[in-house]
T-cell receptor
């Protein structure tokens, strides 16, 4: 089955730790995205990538980093510089032609201890 | 600043009624419009998309687009309790833009 997977489903981080959230897709989509969602809030864009080895900052990139070494993978690292990382993190992908409808992974819920 | 506005709700409708969800957008050049359903604690699920003015129907769902007035709406006929969720509107700008703008969502409650 084609789709987007994210792992882990739940993640706990201690103060000062870096953690990496995994996102993999087998939809052959060129573009991939990372969003953050806080309770009662909309989606805020962290980073996006249209092609391999290229990515751009979104609206709230500070304290986060990404890589895009493979078309299928777009991991997100939450660094210790991100002071309030507790949130629901969503990865999405889409084609870069046509309607560009985004499909989402199941999400990772990150909690700072 | 591109904006997409939705009434946060909650919108409460009785089972079997028509639920009407609305979304307005500021970028007049917007080309593609999407509706997502998000259950509590889950990720958004694409339920409808529309590109042209007018109505698009899919089962109990109808998306309506009016580019002149810059709004897009979602109608859910014969609402069921399982439709209770938050509905997100997403808008893509001019051709070549790969960054959608999401509204904050409207919470829908369908009560028996």
């Amino acid at each position: 089955d084609g789709g987007i997977t994210q792992s882990p489903k739940y993640l706990f981080r201690k103060e000062g730790q870096n953690v990496t959230l995994s996102c993999e897709q087998n939809l052959n989509h060129d573009a991939m995205y990372w969003y953050r969602q806080d309770p009662g809030q909309g989606l805020r864009l962290i980073y996006y990538s249209q092609i391999v080895n290229d990515f751009q900052k979104g609206d709230i990139a500070e304290g986060y980093s990404v890589s895009r070494e493979k078309k299928e993978s777009f991991p997100l690292t939450v660094t210790s510089a991100q002071k309030n990382p507790t949130a629901f993190y969503l990865c999405a992908s889409c084609v870069t032609s046509g309607g560009r409808e985004q499909f989402f992974g199941p999400g990772t819920r990150l909690t700072v201890l | 600043q591109k904006e997409v506005e939705q009434n946060s709700g909650p919108l409460s409708v009785p089972e079997g009624a028509i639920a009407s969800l609305n979304c307005t957008y500021s970028d007049r050049g917007s080309q593609s419009f999407f509706w997502y359903r998000q259950y509590s604690g889950k990720s958004p699920e694409l339920i409808m998309f529309i590109y042209s003015n007018g109505d698009k129907e899919d089962g109990r769902f109808t998306a309506q687009l009016n580019k002149a007035s810059q709004y897009v709406s979602l109608l859910i006929r014969d609402s069921q309790p399982s439709d209770s969720a938050t509905y997100l509107c997403a808008v893509f700008g001019n051709r070549g833009s790969y960054i959608p703008t999401f509204g904050r969502g409207t919470s829908l409650i369908v009560h028996p």
